[in-house]
């Protein structure tokens, strides 16, 4: 029964175009477009999800790895090749693990089982290394009553400027600019 689907799976393998693009793997959870953050505590739960198209060779497998800032690779899971999503709960990957994972920015890469560096090729996987993800250590409640602001300081000299006052000191001098460049171009006029 196995030696059967192996040799449905190659004759499929074999009839696919030349022409044919390279599959891609589009990320859904969370977003590509922009950079979620996620808590680096227990019970926090990460959903990662992704979509096929031009997927014609249907992978055996799916790796799924992420890549810190300072390229350390964390192994995450090993996935059947239709797989369509993964959940990932970092504070227990790390006690299972014996890893530290830093709060900072990871890259997700997913791959099929020709590898990460797999060229492209029609209708096969091409893999995917564009999620970008943070994670982050919640810190403890502290009541705003005693909170202090750590990159302020009471001594005068450093001293900024509160937003407003720099808007009104801009508008004013736009408007002297402004004035003073229409005055001129009406004494050129009336010179005329």
Same mark, same amino acid.
């Given at each position: ?75 995450? $899971? ?10 990932? $709960? ?41 999620? $970008? ?56 006029? $009336?010179?005329?």
């Amino acid at each position: 029964m196995s030696s059967s689907s192996s040799s449905s799976g190659s004759s499929s393998h074999t009839s696919i175009p030349q022409s044919a693009p390279a599959g891609v793997l589009s990320m859904t959870r969370p977003p590509q477009a922009s950079t979620s953050f996620f808590k680096l505590a227990p019970g926090e739960v990460i959903t990662f999800g992704w979509s096929f198209s031009g997927v014609l060779a249907t992978p055996t497998s799916l790796t799924i790895n992420a890549v810190g800032v300072n390229s350390f690779t964390y192994s995450l $899971t090993s996935l059947p090749g239709t797989a369509t999503s993964f959940l990932w $709960t970092p504070y227990d990957y790390e006690q299972t693990n014996h890893a530290t994972l830093q709060p900072t920015f990871y890259s997700l890469q997913i791959f099929d089982n020709r590898g990460l560096g797999a060229t492209a090729a029609p209708g096969s996987l091409s893999p995917n290394t564009a999620l $970008t993800f943070g994670l982050y250590t919640p810190q403890a409640y502290q009541p705003l009553a005693s909170w202090q602001c750590t990159v302020c300081s009471g001594s005068s000299s450093s001293y900024t400027a509160h937003p407003a006052y720099v808007a009104l000191i801009a508008t004013f001098l736009v408007m002297f600019l402004s004035g003073f460049g229409l005055l001129r171009n009406a004494l050129a006029y $009336t010179r005329r």
